[in-house]
């Protein structure tokens, strides 16, 4: 099933930056909830084990979408990893950096893992990257 937003108002070029933050950190959130509730249903390899690789695409995917067409970017991968953490108890949170995508298309943005120890040291990780980012 596809199920789409239509946002018009955010990641535009013009768009408020600070709206654009509060609606991405919904979204990921979003796709993180999704993401666990699968795990608690599901068994499922871990993201490292998959096989999934890294690809930049437009769909936002949960883990079976991810492990029935063996890639995703960033927002994915960074939802499913953290899904599996959170369910080992484990703290983490998405952490996103903006950039300039094109003139016409406004901001684009890619998406990481801080894991955050007992002690409150955050450890940064990007499954992008090990899964194949250039």
């Not at 789409?4 to 600070?18: G, H, K, M, R």
């Not at 509730?37 to 949960?62: C, F, N, Q, T």
């Not at 952490?95 to 094109?102: G, N």
Request: charged share 20%.
């Amino acid at each position: 099933m596809v199920i789409s937003y239509c946002l018009p108002l955010v990641f535009a070029p013009d768009s408020n930056p600070e709206e654009n933050a509060k609606v991405l950190r919904v979204l990921l959130e979003n796709l993180i909830a999704i993401d666990r509730i699968h795990l608690r249903y599901h068994a499922s390899p871990k993201l490292y084990s998959s096989g999934v690789r890294y690809r930049l695409i437009e769909e936002w995917l949960d883990i079976p979408s991810l492990l029935m067409l063996g890639y995703g970017d960033c927002k994915s991968l960074a939802a499913y990893l953290i899904a599996e953490r959170r369910e080992a108890g484990q703290r983490c949170i998405p952490v996103f950096r903006w950039y300039p995508a094109t003139e016409t298309e406004g901001l684009s943005f890619h998406v990481l893992v801080h894991n955050i120890t007992r002690n409150g040291r955050v450890l940064p990780e990007d499954p992008s990257k090990i899964l194949g980012m250039p």
